[in-house]
């Protein structure tokens, strides 16, 4: 009795193990004809549509010649070794490519009203050559679309460094002892608010009476260039600089600005210790300002100013809310 049992199980395993001996081999041959399959039966079509260069596949699977340059296909081949059926652009029309294009391409006509003239007729196998005028220039809005732009005239502070070409514009540089304010880029116009102050004082009791007028800003329209030069001058007289601030600032309003500047605190009381009129107190105050920008290499001693200076003391104004000022210092040193 123990003899046939162990027969019968020594029977199971030996089926267990063919079982899974089978189900492994019929496992790894599935994965290899779904690995191998698939990709010789893509690789079919690629190599039966596999056309010579100058050729195109029709739906049918046969390779036919493209029609050259100036030519548009009639008919395509309908076996292998015939040849596709072409004939010549017409008349106004071009093709510039190898192609199997049913339709040419429609020549370009060169406008006069846009400064254009044709350089080059239109042929079956190139498209009209158009060029601009004499004192005019191709300025290109994206790779195929341009429009002939006048060439640009150097300004008075300016000298021209490279002369207009068919396909740039003049490019101007500053003469001697200027520099570019708007690197020649047309400014956006900004609402010009012109103040007149009247300020009394004295150096026992302050008294301000500030009347202000502003002209209304003009109707939104097209976009003005700015009237300030490119070029201006160097160095401005720091005197009359820091007397036409304190013409134009209001006198409450001189402190914050110096703060604004970088003047400390202790300076600004120092000033005042120091001289007993306003005035003269906030003169102290904005020179502090411009020789400690000096000596960092906004200027030179000797009381002048260089603009990038300025240009930081307009922006502070601005940030202040007194853009009107800040135009009306830019207008009246800028054009020295």
């Not at 690629?46 to 739906?59: A, F, Q, R």
């Not at 007289?237 to 202790?266: C, E, F, H, N």
Request: proline share 5%; aromatic share 10%; charged share 25%.
């Amino acid at each position: 009795m123990v003899r046939k049992t162990c027969i019968f199980f020594t029977l199971q395993e030996n089926m267990k193990t063919f079982f899974f001996f089978y189900l492994s081999t019929f496992t790894v041959y599935s994965l290899l004809q779904y690995m191998f399959i698939p990709t010789r039966a893509w690789l079919q079509p690629s190599e039966e549509h596999s056309c010579e260069i100058g050729e195109y596949p029709t739906e049918e699977g046969v390779c036919c010649n493209k029609c050259s340059p100036g030519f548009k296909l009639v008919e395509k081949c309908h076996a292998t070794g015939q040849r596709s059926n072409c004939t010549p652009c017409p008349t106004g029309q071009f093709m510039d490519q190898m192609n199997y294009f049913s339709n040419c391409r429609p020549c370009k006509r060169c406008k006069t009203s846009h400064h254009e003239y044709k350089a080059s007729a239109c042929e079956r196998h190139q498209n009209t050559i158009c060029r601009c005028d004499d004192g005019y220039y191709k300025f290109y809005i994206d790779s195929g679309l341009y429009q002939c732009r006048k060439c640009s005239q150097c300004g008075r502070d300016e000298k021209e460094k490279l002369n207009c070409t068919p396909l740039k514009d003049t490019v101007c540089e500053c003469k001697q002892n200027y520099y570019s304010v708007n690197n020649n880029f047309g400014a956006c116009t900004v609402p010009l608010l012109l103040y007149g102050m009247e300020v009394l004082f004295s150096s026992e009791e302050l008294s301000v009476n500030i009347s202000v007028e502003a002209i209304p800003k003009s109707p939104v329209g097209e976009q003005q260039t700015s009237n300030l030069p490119d070029c201006v001058p160097l160095e401005i007289k720091l005197a009359d600089l820091i007397y036409s601030v304190l013409d134009l600032v209001p006198v409450l309003q001189v402190k914050q600005l110096v703060r604004t500047l970088g003047v400390k605190d202790t300076e600004i009381d120092q000033a005042e210790l120091d001289h007993k009129s306003c005035r003269e107190a906030h003169y102290k105050m904005l020179r502090l300002w411009a020789e400690r920008g000096s000596r960092a290499g906004g200027g030179r001693p000797g009381g002048m100013l260089h603009w990038p200076l300025l240009q930081e003391l307009l922006d502070k104004m601005r940030n202040m809310g007194l853009g009107g000022v800040a135009e009306e210092l830019e207008m009246k040193f800028a054009t020295q």
